[in-house]
C-alpha cells in the first residue's frame, strides 16, 4: 500500500498533465498533450468501471429476489432500498469530496474506489457460497452494507475520475469516460437476458426462472476482476504520465519538497461559470432516473408471451433496458465528432434537456402494466420510444461533461471537473426521488 501511496503521489492534482515522451509536445506547455490511443482505452475501462459495479446490483436482482422471498416486506422492498442508500451515499460522498480540493490528490481518490469495489464484490461473491444459511434479515443488512461500501466507491471514482481526466485538456477522454459508462449498462442486460434464456422454464411456473447461487457468483466476481484490471491499467498510466516533477530549485535547504499549493475553487464560482451545464446535466439525469426504470419495469409486451419467451416479462423487460443502454452508448459515442457536439453549445443544451421530458407522452403510449397500449407495437416502444430516450441521454450528458473544461481557468479544471460529476450525480437522486410520484 505504501508503494501504491508514493507512485500516486507522484501525479499532483492540479498541475497541468503535460505529454509523455513520445508525445513530443514538451515545447509549448499551453498545448494540449498529444492524444493517446493507449490513454483513451485506459479512461474507457475507468468510465466502464466506474458503473460496473452499480450494474452487477442490477443483473443479480433475481438473485436477491430468491434470498428475500420468505420475508414479504423485505422482497418487495429491497430494491428501493438499494436505490435509496445507493443515491444518497454517492450524492453525500461527491459533494463532500468537490468542495475538498485543497492539496487532495485524485489519483489516491481513484486507486482507493478501486480497492474497496475489489473488497466489496469479492465479499459478495463469497456470501453467495458461504452464507446460504443466515436469516433474511441477516443478510438483508450485509447487503446494505455492501451497497453503501459500493456507493462510497463509487463517489470516491467519480469525483476522482472526472478531475483527473480534467486535467489533461482532451475532450476526447472525457468522452472515453462516458462511452465506458455506456458499456457497463449493456453488457449487465445481456447477462441477465442470457441467464434467464439459459434456464429452461418449468411446467406451471408462473414468474420468472430465478438466478443461481452461481450466476450471481460469477456476477460479483467479473467486478472484482473488472475493478482489479482497471487498477492495474491506471497505475500504469501514472507511471505514464508523472506529472510535472520538482525541479532542484524546489526543494529547500534540508533537501525537502515543498507543498505545492493547490487553488481551492467554491462549489458558487464553479456554478456561475458552468450553470447552463450544469443546469443541463442535472436536469438530463433527473428526467431519465425519473421515468426510465419505473416505465421499464412497468410495460409489458403487447403479444402474447405463449407465442415466445422474447415476450415475456422475464425477458421483455430486460430487453427494455438493454434497447435504453444501446442508445445511451449510441449518443456518449456521437459526440467523437466535434461537429455534432454540444460542448460548447450550453444554451442549446440546456433547451435539449428540457426537452426530454417530451418522452413522457411516449412513455403513455405503451402497454404500461398489461392495461393496453394506444400503439400497439413493441417495436415502438423499443426503437422508438427507448433506443431514442437513451440515446438523448448518453448525447446530452457526454456533451456537458465534455464541455465544462472550456469554461474555466486553466487551474479550475479539475474542480469544475468534481463539480460537474456532483451535479450529475445530484440529478440521479432528484430523479430518483421523484420515480416515486410516477410509479403506479
Given at each position: 500500500?505504501?508503494?501504491?501511496?508514493?507512485?500516486?503521489?507522484?501525479?499532483?492534482?492540479?498541475?497541468?498533465?503535460?505529454?509523455?515522451?513520445?508525445?513530443?509536445?514538451?515545447?509549448?506547455?499551453?498545448?494540449?498533450?498529444?492524444?493517446?490511443?493507449?490513454?483513451?482505452?485506459?479512461?474507457?475501462?475507468?468510465?466502464?468501471?466506474?458503473?460496473?459495479?452499480?450494474?452487477?446490483?442490477?443483473?443479480?436482482?433475481?438473485?436477491?429476489?430468491?434470498?428475500?422471498?420468505?420475508?414479504?416486506?423485505?422482497?418487495?422492498?429491497?430494491?428501493?432500498?438499494?436505490?435509496?442508500?445507493?443515491?444518497?451515499?454517492?450524492?453525500?460522498?461527491?459533494?463532500?469530496?468537490?468542495?475538498?480540493?485543497?492539496?487532495?490528490?485524485?489519483?489516491?481518490?481513484?486507486?482507493?474506489?478501486?480497492?474497496?469495489?475489489?473488497?466489496?464484490?469479492?465479499?459478495?461473491?463469497?456470501?453467495?457460497?458461504?452464507?446460504?444459511?443466515?436469516?433474511?434479515?441477516?443478510?438483508?443488512?450485509?447487503?446494505?452494507?455492501?451497497?453503501?461500501?459500493?456507493?462510497?466507491?463509487?463517489?470516491?471514482?467519480?469525483?476522482?475520475?472526472?478531475?483527473?481526466?480534467?486535467?489533461?485538456?482532451?475532450?476526447?477522454?472525457?468522452?472515453?469516460?462516458?462511452?465506458?459508462?455506456?458499456?457497463?449498462?449493456?453488457?449487465?442486460?445481456?447477462?441477465?437476458?442470457?441467464?434467464?434464456?439459459?434456464?429452461?422454464?418449468?411446467?406451471?411456473?408462473?414468474?420468472?426462472?430465478?438466478?443461481?447461487?452461481?450466476?450471481?457468483?460469477?456476477?460479483?466476481?467479473?467486478?472484482?476482476?473488472?475493478?482489479?484490471?482497471?487498477?492495474?491499467?491506471?497505475?500504469?498510466?501514472?507511471?505514464?504520465?508523472?506529472?510535472?516533477?520538482?525541479?532542484?530549485?524546489?526543494?529547500?535547504?534540508?533537501?525537502?519538497?515543498?507543498?505545492?499549493?493547490?487553488?481551492?475553487?467554491?462549489?458558487?464560482?464553479?456554478?456561475?461559470?458552468?450553470?447552463?451545464?450544469?443546469?443541463?446535466?442535472?436536469?438530463?439525469?433527473?428526467?431519465?432516473?425519473?421515468?426510465?426504470?419505473?416505465?421499464?419495469?412497468?410495460?409489458?409486451?403487447?403479444?402474447?408471451?405463449?407465442?415466445?419467451?422474447?415476450?415475456?416479462?422475464?425477458?421483455?423487460?430486460?430487453?427494455?433496458?438493454?434497447?435504453?443502454?444501446?442508445?445511451?452508448?449510441?449518443?456518449?459515442?456521437?459526440?467523437?465528432?466535434?461537429?455534432?457536439?454540444?460542448?460548447?453549445?450550453?444554451?442549446?443544451?440546456?433547451?435539449?434537456?428540457?426537452?426530454?421530458?417530451?418522452?413522457?407522452?411516449l412513455y403513455l403510449l405503451c402497454n404500461i402494466n398489461g392495461l393496453g397500449a394506444v400503439v400497439q407495437s413493441d417495436l415502438f416502444?423499443?426503437?422508438?420510444?427507448?433506443?431514442?430516450?437513451?440515446?438523448?441521454?448518453?448525447?446530452?450528458?457526454?456533451?456537458?461533461?465534455?464541455?465544462?473544461?472550456?469554461?474555466?481557468?486553466?487551474?479550475?479544471?479539475?474542480?469544475?471537473?468534481?463539480?460537474?460529476?456532483?451535479?450529475?450525480?445530484?440529478?440521479?437522486?432528484?430523479?430518483?426521488?421523484?420515480?416515486?410520484?410516477?410509479?403506479?
Open positions: 500500500m505504501d508503494r501504491v501511496r508514493r507512485l500516486i503521489s507522484e501525479s499532483p492534482a492540479y498541475e497541468p498533465l503535460e505529454g509523455s515522451v513520445e508525445d513530443g509536445d514538451h515545447d509549448d506547455p499551453r498545448r494540449p498533450p498529444q492524444f493517446s490511443r493507449l490513454e483513451y482505452s485506459i479512461f474507457f475501462l475507468l468510465g466502464m468501471a466506474m458503473l460496473w459495479a452499480w450494474n452487477m446490483f442490477l443483473a443479480a436482482a433475481p438473485y436477491f429476489h430468491d434470498r428475500f422471498e420468505s420475508n414479504e416486506w423485505v422482497a418487495t422492498h429491497y430494491q428501493s432500498s438499494i436505490l435509496s442508500v445507493s443515491t444518497v451515499t454517492n450524492l453525500g460522498t461527491v459533494y463532500i469530496l468537490a468542495r475538498m480540493q485543497k492539496n487532495v490528490s485524485y489519483p489516491w481518490r481513484i486507486t482507493l474506489s478501486l480497492l474497496i469495489n475489489c473488497a466489496v464484490f469479492t465479499l459478495l461473491a463469497f456470501s453467495t457460497v458461504v452464507m446460504k444459511d443466515i436469516s433474511v434479515g441477516s443478510y438483508f443488512a450485509f447487503l446494505m452494507i455492501m451497497v453503501f461500501g459500493a456507493s462510497f466507491a463509487t463517489g470516491l471514482n467519480q469525483n476522482g475520475v472526472f478531475a483527473y481526466v480534467a486535467g489533461f485538456d482532451r475532450e476526447e477522454y472525457m468522452q472515453a469516460i462516458m462511452s465506458g459508462q455506456g458499456v457497463a449498462g449493456v453488457l449487465p442486460c445481456l447477462a441477465q437476458i442470457i441467464s434467464v434464456l439459459a434456464v429452461p422454464r418449468k411446467a406451471g411456473q408462473d414468474g420468472p426462472p430465478q438466478s443461481s447461487s452461481k450466476s450471481a457468483f460469477s456476477y460479483f466476481l467479473t467486478a472484482t476482476v473488472v475493478s482489479i484490471l482497471t487498477l492495474l491499467v491506471f497505475l500504469h498510466l501514472l507511471r505514464r504520465r508523472p506529472g510535472v516533477q520538482l525541479k532542484a530549485s524546489d526543494e529547500d535547504e534540508d533537501g525537502e519538497d515543498d507543498q505545492i499549493d493547490q487553488k481551492s475553487v467554491s462549489l458558487w464560482t464553479l456554478f456561475k461559470k458552468l450553470r447552463h451545464l450544469a443546469f443541463s446535466i442535472f436536469m438530463c439525469f433527473t428526467a431519465t432516473m425519473m421515468f426510465f426504470p419505473v416505465y421499464t419495469t412497468e410495460i409489458m409486451s403487447v403479444n402474447d408471451p405463449a407465442k415466445s419467451r422474447m415476450y415475456d416479462p422475464s425477458v421483455f423487460i430486460p430487453l427494455g433496458f438493454l434497447l435504453w443502454n444501446i442508445g445511451d452508448l449510441g449518443g456518449r459515442m456521437l459526440v467523437v465528432i466535434p461537429r455534432f457536439s454540444l460542448a460548447h453549445r450550453p444554451l442549446i443544451a440546456s433547451g435539449f434537456a428540457i426537452a426530454r421530458f417530451a418522452f413522457v407522452p416502444y423499443l426503437f422508438i420510444v427507448q433506443l431514442f430516450f437513451g440515446a438523448t441521454n448518453g448525447y446530452l450528458a457526454s456533451s456537458c461533461m465534455m464541455g465544462a473544461s472550456h469554461r474555466v481557468s486553466e487551474d479550475e479544471r479539475e474542480a469544475a471537473g468534481g463539480f460537474m460529476g456532483m451535479m450529475l450525480v445530484g440529478g440521479l437522486t432528484a430523479g430518483s426521488l421523484l420515480s416515486f410520484l410516477v410509479a403506479r
